[in-house]
């Protein structure tokens, strides 16, 4: 498996940077409605220090959001609008099913399900060592710049 886009090239696509940008690299796309990106948590996270300490644990809402940038990369390659914002509007049937720690990696596989009045829908999950950490429904909405 390699990677379809490194670092560099998704600061190219997406407008976050260090140390919100949570997608390390892109190693499966189609460009269309599929996606696969990775995301290593480090023990040196911003997040924890205070989440918790001397319990480090990955916060869910970190974890939707690395799969809203994830997703973020498949619209704006599907839409053809690289460096522009998709605004995430919304997050349905959210599941956190394991903890996510230092030193776990994140397989973030997204699926885009459908476009309608200007808003994409897609579903996602977030895996560990095969496992499922997290999984939602998530909506874009087309943003500025």
Same mark, same amino acid.
């Given at each position: 498996?390699?990677?379809?886009?490194?670092?560099?090239?998704?600061?190219?696509?997406?407008?976050?940077?260090?140390?919100?940008?949570?997608?390390?690299?892109?190693?499966?796309?189609?460009?269309?409605?599929?996606?696969?990106?990775?995301?290593?948590?480090?023990?040196?996270?911003?997040?924890?220090?205070?989440?918790?300490?001397?319990?480090?644990?990955?916060?869910?809402?970190?974890?939707?959001?690395?799969?809203?940038?994830?997703?973020?990369?498949?619209?704006?390659?599907?839409?053809?609008?690289?460096?522009?914002?998709?605004?995430? /509007? !919304?997050?349905?049937?959210?599941?956190? #099913?394991?903890? %996510?720690?230092?030193?776990?990696?994140?397989?973030? +596989?997204?699926? &885009?399900?459908?476009?309608? /009045? !200007?808003?994409?829908?897609?579903?996602? #999950?977030?895996? %560990?060592?095969?496992?499922?950490?997290?999984?939602? +429904?998530?909506? &874009?909405?087309?943003?500025?710049?």
């Amino acid at each position: 498996m390699g990677t379809v886009y490194e670092a560099k090239d998704i600061l190219n696509i997406l407008p976050h940077r260090h140390p919100f940008l949570l997608v390390d690299r892109i190693v499966e796309c189609n460009d269309k409605d599929w996606i696969v990106g990775i995301k290593s948590v480090a023990a040196n996270e911003p997040c924890f220090q205070g989440h918790f300490p001397g319990l480090p644990v990955f916060p869910g809402v970190l974890q939707l959001e690395a799969m809203a940038q994830t997703a973020g990369i498949l619209l704006n390659k599907l839409l053809g609008s690289e460096g522009k914002v998709a605004f995430y /509007l !919304g997050v349905d049937k959210a599941k956190f #099913r394991r903890t %996510v720690v230092p030193g776990d990696q994140l397989r973030i +596989e997204i699926r &885009f399900l459908k476009m309608r /009045l !200007g808003m994409a829908r897609v579903s996602g #999950r977030a895996l %560990v060592d095969g496992e499922v950490a997290c999984e939602a +429904e998530m909506l &874009f909405g087309g943003g500025g710049r």
